[in-house]
Each structure stands twice: as C-alpha cells, then as structure tokens.
C-alpha cells in the first residue's frame, strides 16, 4: 500500500516542483511513522526485596500492590535487584533494566509517561541526567513526556545517613548506602533532567520514630527536601517551589530560601499542604 502511496505523490510532486515535493514527502512519512504507535506508562520501583529482574507488562512481584490500576492505557514495569545500588548496570541492576525498557517501548513513534517511586526516582533521575550523553531525551530518539516522582528518594534519605553512621558503614546493602544523604546528592546533576520535565508528590503522614531522624515533615522514609526535588537540604513543611523560613535561634538566625531543581516541580494537583499519606500509600497517587 505504502509503495502505491509513495508512486502516486511522487508524481504528482514532479508536477509541482522541489518545495512542494519536500513538504508531501514529509507529510506522507509522519502520517506512515505513526501507524501503530502507543502511549506507555512505564513503572520502576524502589527499594525492595519484592521486585523482579527485567522489562515487561506484568508487576511480576506485587511491588505496586494494584496502585497501578489507578492510571489507565498500557503499563510496563521495569524491575532489577531492589537491594542494589540505582546507579549500576548489569545483570538485575536498574540502570541496564531502565535503558533496554526506555529503548523498547519510547521510540520509534510511541510516547511514555515514567512513574517512580522513592528510590526508583533515583535510578530514573541518574539515568536522565548521565545516559543521554549531556544530550536531551528527544534528541537522543526518546519521547518521554513526563515524570512523576512519588516520594522520591533522589536526595537521599537520613535514615540511611544514620543506619551509616552508627554502624560505622558496616550496616546496609548496597541500597542502603547510595541512599546516604552526602551520597546521592553528589551522585548526578539533578539539574539535567534530559528536558523532561520532574513531577514531584510527597506525603507527610510521617511515624514517630523516624520523625526524630528526618528533618521537617516526611513520610517516614523521606523528608520533604528530597521528596519534593529541592536543591539543599533542610526542614521544610510545605510543598511549593520555593519555600523561605526562618532558621537559627533568634536574633542570630536568618531567612533561608529552598527552590527546587531546574525542571522540577510540584504536582500541579498537589497543594502546598502537601498528601497526607506515608511512604507505600503514596504509590496510588500516580495518576496525579
């Protein structure tokens, strides 16, 4: 059929002349590229034991737990060792997993939508910003419209910042320690999201315990300065773009300002107020 097509606009074109030849010809190859192209939503997990290693259309394990059904059209989940580091290649490890998933399902004329959550959104941060090449994801033939991160751990976790220290590094798996504070905030630029644009949603139904550890509000595995995507660490409650409090004992303190990295925001849906859900619930707010 397409050969048919392509004889008869041909003709024609030598009719018309070189300019009007080109804009056919171009035409007729969008309208052929886009035959069968499909619009993904492409899930990848954080830490966890209960995880799948591979590229596929089924949550092998159970680590979403149905929240996936809160978002409609095709699904993959992308799956590696939970317990390993985000930022390693190779057998089960996120970044070989998040490349052969991305090359898969996001070119050739199909588009996709990234969900991440907590330390998942590490792994797909660290990929945007080093495996493009200093490139953007659409000049590198990637058409990724968007991320959502729910909860993300990009900025590390003081949990395992203290599970470090007073274990003097002896404690924690590989997951463990790339979640360090110090560690992750140095891991990548944060502010080179490849031109796709970062989603944030945090929650801050936080639990006694690891509320002593985490700064400002959290979830009880993250606070909000890493949830919510902002370029310095501090104890932050709101979920904005640009938040200013008072620290320091007064008269000596002063007015400290947190913005957010470039291309990152909070969800639009969200409020300053932020979610009022922990750590696990919030993996059913991808449909934000």
């Given at each position: 059929m397409y050969r048919f097509s392509l004889s008869i606009i041909t003709n024609r074109l030598e009719k018309r002349g070189e300019k009007e030849m080109r804009k056919m010809l171009s035409l007729f190859l969008v309208l052929t590229l886009s035959v069968g192209a499909e619009s993904y939503t492409v899930f990848v997990h954080g830490k966890s034991s209960n995880n799948h290693n591979g590229v596929g259309v089924t949550d092998v394990n159970g680590y979403w737990g149905g929240a996936d059904s809160t978002v409609t059209g095709k699904k993959i989940f992308i799956g590696y060792d939970g317990t390993s580091d985000p930022r390693t290649y190779g057998a089960a490890r996120a970044q070989t997993n998040l490349s052969t998933g991305l090359s898969t399902y996001c070119k050739t004329g199909n588009t996709c939508r990234i969900i991440c959550h907590s330390a998942g959104c590490y792994s797909v941060g660290y990929w945007l910003s080093t495996a493009l090449g200093g490139g953007t994801a659409s000049s590198r033939g990637f058409n990724i419209t968007k991320v959502t991160a729910?909860?993300?751990?990009?900025?590390?976790?003081?949990?395992?910042?203290?599970?470090?220290?007073?274990?003097?590094?002896?404690?924690?798996?590989?997951?463990?320690?790339?979640?360090?504070?110090?560690?992750?905030?140095?891991?990548?630029?944060?502010?080179?999201?490849?031109?796709?644009?970062?989603?944030?949603?945090?929650?801050?139904?936080?639990?006694?315990?690891?509320?002593?550890?985490?700064?400002?509000?959290?979830?009880?595995?993250?606070?909000?300065?890493?949830?919510?995507?902002?370029?310095?660490?501090?104890?932050?409650?709101?979920?904005?773009?640009?938040?200013?409090?008072?620290?320091?004992i007064w008269p000596f303190g002063g007015q400290v300002t947190y913005v957010q990295y470039q291309n990152h925001y909070v969800a639009p849906s969200v409020t300053s107020a932020c979610l009022y859900v922990n750590h696990s619930e919030i993996t059913n707010q991808g449909w934000r």
């Open positions: 729910l909860a993300s751990a990009a900025g590390g976790s003081e949990l395992a910042s203290a599970l470090n220290g007073i274990s003097f590094g002896w404690l924690g798996n590989a997951m463990d320690k790339s979640l360090i504070v110090s560690t992750a905030r140095s891991a990548f630029n944060q502010n080179n999201t490849g031109g796709v644009p970062i989603f944030h949603i945090a929650g801050t139904k936080g639990m006694a315990g690891a509320s002593l550890i985490l700064p400002g509000n959290d979830d009880f595995a993250v606070s909000l300065h890493s949830a919510n995507g902002y370029s310095r660490v501090g104890g932050i409650d709101k979920c904005q773009s640009s938040y200013t409090q008072y620290e320091g």
